[in-house]
């Protein structure tokens, strides 16, 4: 009995290695086809964390840029940033007129990660003018956020001229489509996009995005907008309800505008910024990939 066991023993061993060896063997041929599978869909990957990655793992339209710091209203300088080819500097060449963006800090101010955007949104094709309402005023206190923006509210005029005279100035360059000028803003500047679309009769914009901002729905208000918004925002947010934006989609609907408004479940608010504690990469790349898709259609 023994030495049967020992036999059998020794054969289930054989067999074993047997087995190992042609799954060893095979391996190599399964790991690209799941690679490819992942390429296939960069939000199954967990290397696609940020507006930049997911923005090179759908398009390979990047160009080299060059940005340049612009006075565009009073005493406020923004930084304006456009694909090399396009360049207005180039008396020797027509300039191609492109698209353009306005681009809204957060309440952090006009710092290093709206600029980074802006360089990601040149990289696409686009000009692009990050605004300044802070006067040169950047921090990562977040009282002294609360109070600038406060400040800005307080005294909403100021920055909407300082807005429109962004779009004025952006129309006003040898390399820019003055029809197709979009807005994008982040939380305090997502409702400022806003408050830019409601103020634009005069020089009507191509499309308005807002992630996570401040909404009206007052439809007298927002029967002014004639072209199509994008919002992005979280079911977790503690500053915007689900409410206050399904009540501005509803009178979005009322008045006509066309809209696309996304609420991603389990989020809170700022989840798009990589500094923030709400930060949630795959809803990032998804919002980002929905924002790239947006303005392609419309701007």
Known sequence: ???????????????????????????????????????????????VTTISSVTNSISSAGQTIQNQTVSYYENASGYLVYPSSASPNNASVSPEKLPAI???????????????????????????LAVDLFQGQVTDNPDRARELSSAVRNNPSVAVENMKSAVSYLSSLQNVNASRIASIGWCFGGGQSLQLALNSEDHPLAATIIYYGQ???????????????LGIFGDQDQAISVDSVRAF?????????????????????????????NYAPQETADAWKKTLAFLGKYV
């Open 215 to 229: 909404v009206v729905n007052d439809t007298s208000e927002l029967s002014k907008i004639k072209w199509p918004v």
């Open 249 to 277: 989609e509803r009178a979005l609907n009322e008045t006509g505008v066309t809209n696309e408004i996304y609420m991603y479940p389990g989020v809170g608010h700022a989840f798009a910024n990589p500094s923030n504690d």
């Open 1 to 47: 009995m023994r030495k049967g066991n020992r036999i059998h023993g020794a054969s289930a061993l054989i067999l074993s290695i047997i087995i190992l060896s042609v799954l060893t063997f095979y391996t190599p041929a399964v790991e690209p086809a799941r690679a490819q599978e992942e390429d296939r869909n960069p939000l199954l990957s967990p290397a």
């Open 102 to 128: 306005i681009m809204i800090h957060e309440n952090r101010g006009l710092n290093d990660n709206i600029k980074s955007t802006a360089d990601i949104l040149a990289k696409q094709g686009y000009v692009v």
